[in-house]
T-cell receptor
Framework: NAGVTQTPKFQVLKTGQSMTLQCAQDMNHEYMSWYRQDPGMGLRLIHYSVGAGITDQGEVPNGYNVSRSTTEDFPLRLLSAAPSQTSVYFC????????????FGPGTRLTVL | GQQLNQSPQSMFIQEGEDVSMNCTSSSIFNTWLWYKQDPGEGPVLLIALYKAGELTSNGRLTAQFGITRKDSFLNISASIPSDVGIYFCAGTRGTHGSSNTGKLIFGQGTTLQVKP
């Protein structure tokens, strides 16, 4: 199993550009989440999904869209990037939804100029 | 938004020393978790706690779920250089057994540096 994979590992955008951060897992996990990590802030939940076709907002959803068309993939879309979205983004998946079964991906470092 | 206050923010210790860090909240949490993050990697779960007063060990690591449910601490005994990293506490307000990964709240992290 590859576990949770994220692409790209690094990305630089200009303000106003759009892009999609990819997240995939091969563990047949129902639950997937997106977090952002900023210095001194810990991780904050952006969006999460409890299964294909079901998504919900987390703590900081503004500026981000998600969809879950398959169990394996959970892409995060930035429609119009802003400098405030400069951060490290982590995707996570869980088999049961319980946090002790959650695995994190390696992260995507995004810089918005 | 809801926050967990983690302290200290950073620690610089000598190899072999014991380390203690804690996490507090103004609200009750029903699950406490401790993670370690190495540079360039995602967080990895170290210990999960589910009951008030619970004390759980994982090798040289020991964590406790506070009696008031508003705090938790993590101890690392006899630190070694590979303990270097950022340690995060996290909590959920959902009951144990419920699906609540969508509701994890993280602390700000404690950066640990170990001098050989």
């Amino acid at each position: 199993n590859a576990g949770v994979t994220q692409t790209p590992k690094f990305q630089v955008l200009k303000t106003g550009q759009s892009m999609t951060l990819q997240c995939a897992q091969d563990m047949n996990h129902e639950y997937m989440s997106w977090y952002r990590q900023d210095p001194g802030m810990g991780l904050r939940l952006i969006h999460y999904s409890v299964g294909a076709g079901i998504t919900d907002q987390g703590e900081v959803p503004n500026g981000y869209n998600v969809s879950r068309s398959t169990t394996e993939d959970f892409p995060l879309r930035l429609l119009s990037a802003a400098p405030s979205q400069t951060s490290v983004y982590f995707c996570a998946s869980s088999r049961t939804g319980k946090p002790d079964t959650q695995y994190f991906g390696p992260g995507t470092r995004l810089t918005v100029l | 938004g809801q926050q967990l206050n983690q302290s200290p923010q950073s620690m610089f210790i000598q190899e072999g020393e014991d380390v203690s860090m804690n996490c507090t909240s103004s609200s009750i949490f029903n699950t406490w978790l401790w993670y370690k993050q190495d540079p360039g990697e995602g967080p990895v779960l170290l210990i999960a706690l589910y009951k008030a007063g619970e004390l759980t060990s994982n090798g040289r690591l020991t964590a406790q779920f506070g009696i008031t449910r508003k705090d938790s601490f993590l101890n690392i005994s006899a630190s070694i250089p590979s303990d270097v990293g950022i340690y995060f506490c996290a909590g959920t307000r959902g009951t144990h057994g419920s699906s609540n990964t969508g509701k994890l709240i993280f602390g700000q992290g404690t950066t640990l540096q170990v001098k050989p």
